[in-house]
């Protein structure tokens, strides 16, 4: 299926969970924050929430700033 | 008051927390993280403001903001820079809130709200502003909320449950200083009538030292800012000053400035006087 992660197309496996699109990001152990077709889907949650073909996802976190 | 370190140290309090620092400085726009984290040291300050924006998926170069600083000394204000609508803002806010949980930081419940009007100016939409510190304030954050110099929308901005509100001395990163002092002291006016423990934070526009004593002068709670200290030519050296304009400008706040005169008033006695005095 193909998805949108910060801006950008990307493929992956039916079934993907918001845990596995951070791993596959190296991202498991950085605090992120992530949202799926403009709703945050909180930590707690991302194990269990499966993407969906054509969701848009942002993960975002803290950089230098006023 | 006996010392300038106790009056130097003089707490605040800042959405039901207190400060020791009032000096709140941002970590954008430096040259580099080390400068960053030694120029966030000489500032004293205890309230670090940062950005929320997409991780970098691809080409990932250096550390990441989070490595440089250590996160335990700081209470973390999340900001919604770059976004010009409410919605934005709200999600934004949301974002960073979740971060910070994560992480512990007890800046998690909190938000410099920004909602901007132009990209040029970078001045505040005072409507936007308002819808979403009232959307903000009932999903119970702390908001800090950037506002224009005008003291209409500051107040409205505080009825609506702003924690603080941050009127702006000059454009962001403009380092025009305090353009307006005399709004800025109306704001004061207005939001401490009845309520003189209410923080007022001179926000954005800072560009040296001076500036951040004349805010101090007015009458305001504390100042944050950024540009002035990140691209100053020696940003840690700025900061330090930055920090000791601070305590000046809130001693001299306290102590009382004598009034205006027209004329001269001599320092040294007249009676006794060996000279010749023109006309007497």
Same mark, same amino acid.
């Given at each position: ?9 990307? $493929?992956?496996?039916?079934? +993907? ?7 596959? /990001?190296? @991202? ?6 992530? $949202?799926?077709?403009?709703? +945050? ?7 269990? /929430?499966? @993407? ?15 | ?280």
């Amino acid at each position: 299926m193909q998805i949108i992660v910060n801006g950008a197309p990307e $493929e992956h496996p039916d079934g +993907l969970s918001i845990s596995d699109l951070l791993h596959a /990001h190296n @991202l498991s152990a950085v605090p992120c924050a992530v $949202e799926v077709n403009k709703n +945050l889907v909180r930590k707690p949650q991302h194990d269990e /929430h499966t @993407l969906q073909e054509g969701d848009t996802v942002e993960i975002v976190s803290l950089v230098g700033g006023g | 008051m006996t010392t300038t370190e106790t009056a130097a140290v003089e707490p605040m309090s800042l959405a039901g927390r207190t400060f020791n620092s009032r000096l709140f400085v941002g970590t954008g726009k430096y040259p580099d993280h080390a400068t960053m984290t030694a120029a966030l040291d000489a500032s004293g300050a205890e309230v670090i403001t940062v950005a929320v924006r997409r991780e970098r998926l691809y080409n990932e170069q250096g550390e990441s903001l989070l490595d440089a600083i250590d996160t335990s000394r700081y209470t973390i204000l999340p900001n919604t820079a770059g976004c010009f609508d409410p919605e934005d803002a709200v999600r934004v806010s949301r974002l960073g809130r979740e971060i910070l949980e994560q992480m512990g930081n007890p800046g998690a419940s909190w938000v410099k709200l920004e909602v901007l009007g132009d990209k040029k100016t970078l001045l505040p939409d005072p409507t936007g502003t308002l819808e979403a510190c009232k959307t903000l304030v009932a999903d119970g954050f702390q908001v800090l909320c950037y506002s224009s110099d005008d003291p209409i929308a500051a107040l409205r901005l505080k009825e609506a449950g702003a924690a603080s509100v941050m009127p702006a001395g000059s454009p962001i990163g403009s380092g025009q200083g305090i353009l307006n002092p005399a709004n800025i002291v109306l704001i004061l006016d207005l939001l401490k009538e009845h309520d003189p423990t209410y923080p007022v934070i001179v926000d954005a526009g800072v560009g040296t030292a001076s500036d951040v004593t004349l805010a101090m002068e007015l009458g305001a709670d504390g100042v944050l800012l950024n540009t002035g200290i990140a691209h100053a030519q020696d940003p840690v050296r700025m900061a330090h000053a930055m920090r000791h304009a601070l305590d000046a400008g809130l001693l001299a706040y306290r102590s009382g400035r004598i009034a205006k005169r027209k004329y001269a008033s001599a320092s040294s006695p007249w009676e006794g006087v060996i000279a010749h005095i023109p006309g007497e």
